[in-house]
């Protein structure tokens, strides 16, 4: 039996996602169909202060969906997302409070939604990658992300920690957790490592050297950017 102080909670946890959902005009139509269950959940069982949790972030994320897709010139009607995509996706950003890792979120669901680029969509793969970054690592990426990963080149781009505006300590960790999410790969064994034939060229030729070693980009880390940033 839901306690009077149960519902009192689920009030104001009602009050709080109601105000998120007015601050993106849209979000209101956005949340029904996207995150219903979210919605639904505040008649009960949303006073527990970690369901609370989880509603707030959806519905943070929703409203910072719903305006990246007003930038792409697209509306909620454009997000479609089979169910074996969207159950881990909706588990995933329900425990995000980060706000900049919400942002991530956010323009990954609007690009998927983008039909200019049909290869792109919600992917359990990148889904899980993003479920599995710190808050630190975001400005790490966006570093990166602002390199043309695309072009083929011969010559790798070299990069070091002052490149990022970061400690070798702190760039090696978000490094490391790259490597065990597939985005890069590491040689700390003072080895040469990969050598391209002359004339040889890819895209993807990043490498990072840090105390640790060289990390080395992989293909991954060039479809997560694609997933992420809307081509100009």
Same mark, same amino acid.
């Given at each position: 039996? !839901?306690?009077?102080?149960?519902?009192?909670?689920?009030?104001?946890?009602?009050?709080?996602?109601?105000?998120? /959902?007015?601050?993106?005009?849209?979000?209101?139509?956005?949340?029904?169909?996207?995150?219903?269950?979210?919605? $639904?959940?505040?008649?009960?069982?949303?006073?527990?202060?970690?369901?609370? +949790?989880?509603?707030?972030?959806?519905?943070? *994320?929703?409203?910072?969906?719903?305006? $990246?897709?007003?930038?792409?010139?697209?509306?909620?009607? +454009? =997000?479609?997302?089979?169910?074996?995509?969207?159950?881990?996706? /909706?588990?995933?950003?329900?425990?995000?409070?980060?706000?900049?890792?919400?942002?991530?979120?956010?323009?990954? *669901?609007?690009?998927?939604?983008?039909?200019?680029? @049909?290869?792109?969509? =919600?992917?359990?793969? !990148?889904?899980?990658? /993003?479920?599995? &970054?710190?808050?630190?690592?975001?400005? !790490?990426?966006?570093?990166? +992300?602002?390199?043309?990963?695309?072009?083929?080149?011969?010559?790798?781009?070299? &990069?070091?920690?002052?490149?990022?505006?970061?400690?070798?300590?702190?760039?090696?960790?978000? &490094?490391?957790?790259?490597?065990?999410? @597939?985005?890069?790969? #590491?040689?700390?064994?003072?080895?040469? @490592?990969?050598?391209?034939?002359? @004339? $040889?060229?890819?895209? #993807?030729?990043?490498?990072?050297?840090?105390? !640790?070693?060289? +990390?080395?980009?992989?293909?991954?880390? &060039?479809?997560?950017?694609?997933?992420? *940033?809307?081509?100009?």
């Amino acid at each position: 039996m !839901i306690t009077d102080e149960a519902f009192k909670a689920a009030g104001e946890i009602a009050k709080t996602t109601s105000k998120a /959902i007015e601050a993106g005009e849209k979000g209101a139509s956005y949340l029904a169909t996207m995150f219903e269950e979210a919605i $639904h959940a505040l008649a009960g069982a949303a006073a527990d202060s970690a369901i609370g +949790f989880r509603i707030r972030n959806r519905a943070s *994320i929703a409203v910072k969906t719903e305006k $990246h897709l007003r930038s792409l010139g697209l509306d909620r009607s +454009f =997000v479609t997302i089979e169910e074996r995509a969207a159950v881990p996706l /909706i588990e995933a950003l329900s425990v995000e409070s980060d706000d900049g890792l919400q942002d991530m979120w956010a323009s990954y *669901i609007a690009n998927a939604a983008d039909p200019r680029d @049909g290869s792109i969509g =919600v992917t359990r793969m !990148i889904t899980d990658v /993003i479920s599995k &970054l710190e808050p630190e690592d975001k400005s !790490i990426l966006d570093r990166l +992300f602002k390199l043309d990963l695309a072009e083929p080149r011969n010559d790798s781009i070299k &990069l070091k920690p002052s490149d990022f505006n970061a400690s070798d300590e702190s760039l090696n960790y978000s &490094l490391a957790r790259f490597v065990a999410l @597939g985005l890069f790969s #590491c040689d700390n064994s003072g080895s040469v @490592g990969f050598a391209a034939g002359e @004339g $040889h060229r890819m895209p #993807c030729n990043l490498e990072v050297y840090t105390s !640790i070693g060289w +990390f080395r980009a992989l293909p991954l880390l &060039l479809m997560f950017k694609q997933s992420l *940033i809307q081509a100009s």
